[in-house]
C-alpha cells in the first residue's frame, strides 16, 4: 500500500480544503481538472474512472462587518443601499503568475489638462477575492442572498489590476473600462474578508436582481477588500492617499504607485481557531508597455 502523502505543517492545502486547479504531465500533456493536497497534485480525471459520486467542497464564510471608508472623499449614498458592480470579460481573466503588460489608454494630461493617449501612469494592485458559479440563475429569474451559497463553487485569490489615472478619466459617467480590463489575477497590506460592506452572497444575488442570468463558471470580484486602519488598506490607490503619500520599506524604498517590473503577491487563509486552509498564492509582474 502507498504511504499517505506528507502535508506541510504550513501548506494551504490539508484535508479539510479541496482547491481545483488544471494540471498537465510530461506523459499526458493534455489539460485536466486536479485538486492539491500538500506539495501533490490529484488527477481527478483518474479518480472519476472509479467513482460516480464525488461532489465538490463548498468553502462557507462568516462575512459580515462595517464599511472601510473610502480614501479621498464621502462614501456615496447609493453604496449603502446595492453593491457597485460592473461587467468584465473572461478575456482579461488569467491565472496566476502569468505577467500583466501596463495598458494604454485615455487619461488626463497633468500639465495640460487634456485627454491623451498612452501608457498607464498610476498602476495599482486590488486585493479582493473572486467566487465562481456552479448552479446556473436562468434568464429571468432571482434569488435570495440567504440562497446564495448555493449556487457558488468556491472562492478564489483574485487581483484586480488598475490603472487609476485611466479610471478617473473614464468613472464619470460610463464607469471604468479599460483601466479595469488588462487582467484580474486569482505585499503591502494586511486585510480582511469581514471588512465587505456587502457580502458575496449579496453581491450574487444582486446580479441576479435584474433577472440578467447568470451561467455556469461566471467569475464574481468582491471588490477591493479594505480594514479602516493602516495597513488593513488593500490598494495603493488608499494606502498611499491617492498618491500624495508614499509608502517607505525598512530598506528606505518607496512607492506610490507600481513601477515597471514590480511584483505583486496575495497570500490568504481562512482560520476558524482549530482548523487553517489557505487558498495558494496569486502573483503576478508587471511589465512595461509595449
Not at 77 to 82: G, H, L, T
Not at 237 to 250: D, I, N, V, Y
Amino acid at each position: 500500500m502507498p504511504s499517505e502523502p506528507i502535508i506541510p505543517p504550513d501548506s494551504p492545502f490539508t484535508l479539510h480544503n479541496i482547491p481545483f486547479g488544471v494540471i498537465s504531465t510530461a506523459s499526458d500533456p493534455k489539460p485536466r481538472c486536479a485538486t492539491a493536497l500538500g506539495h501533490h497534485a490529484i488527477d481527478l480525471s483518474l479518480l472519476w474512472k472509479d467513482k460516480d459520486d464525488l461532489e465538490p467542497n463548498q468553502s462557507l464564510y462568516d462575512i459580515f462587518s462595517q464599511c472601510a471608508p473610502l480614501t479621498g472623499g464621502e462614501v456615496a449614498r447609493n453604496f449603502f443601499y446595492a453593491p457597485s458592480v460592473y461587467n468584465g470579460r473572461a478575456s482579461s481573466v488569467i491565472p496566476s503568475p502569468t505577467p500583466v503588460r501596463r495598458p494604454k489608454g485615455i487619461r488626463w494630461d497633468h500639465d495640460g489638462g487634456q485627454p491623451v493617449f498612452g501608457p498607464a501612469v498610476k498602476m495599482d494592485f486590488e486585493l479582493e477575492m473572486g467566487y465562481f458559479v456552479s448552479k446556473p440563475i436562468p434568464m429571468g429569474e432571482t434569488i435570495k442572498a440567504i440562497d446564495a451559497p448555493e449556487h457558488i463553487f468556491g472562492f478564489v485569490l483574485l487581483n484586480d489590476w488598475s490603472s487609476r489615472d485611466i479610471q478617473a478619466f473614464e468613472m464619470t459617467p460610463l464607469g471604468p473600462f479599460h483601466s479595469k480590463g488588462n487582467g484580474e489575477r486569482y505585499n503591502t497590506t494586511e486585510s480582511n474578508l469581514r471588512y465587505l460592506y456587502w457580502t458575496p452572497y449579496q453581491q450574487l444575488a444582486h446580479h441576479a436582481s435584474a433577472g440578467c442570468g447568470i451561467e455556469t463558471g461566471d467569475l464574481m470580484g468582491t471588490g477591493t477588500i479594505s480594514g479602516q486602519h493602516e495597513g488593513e488598506l488593500g490598494c495603493l490607490f488608499e494606502a498611499t492617499k491617492g498618491g500624495s503619500r508614499p509608502l517607505e520599506f525598512p530598506n528606505g524604498t518607496t512607492v506610490r504607485y507600481l513601477e515597471d517590473g514590480d511584483e505583486i503577491v496575495l497570500d490568504a487563509w481562512c482560520d476558524n481557531g482549530t482548523r487553517r486552509i489557505g487558498f495558494g498564492e496569486c502573483r503576478g509582474k508587471l511589465l512595461p508597455s509595449l
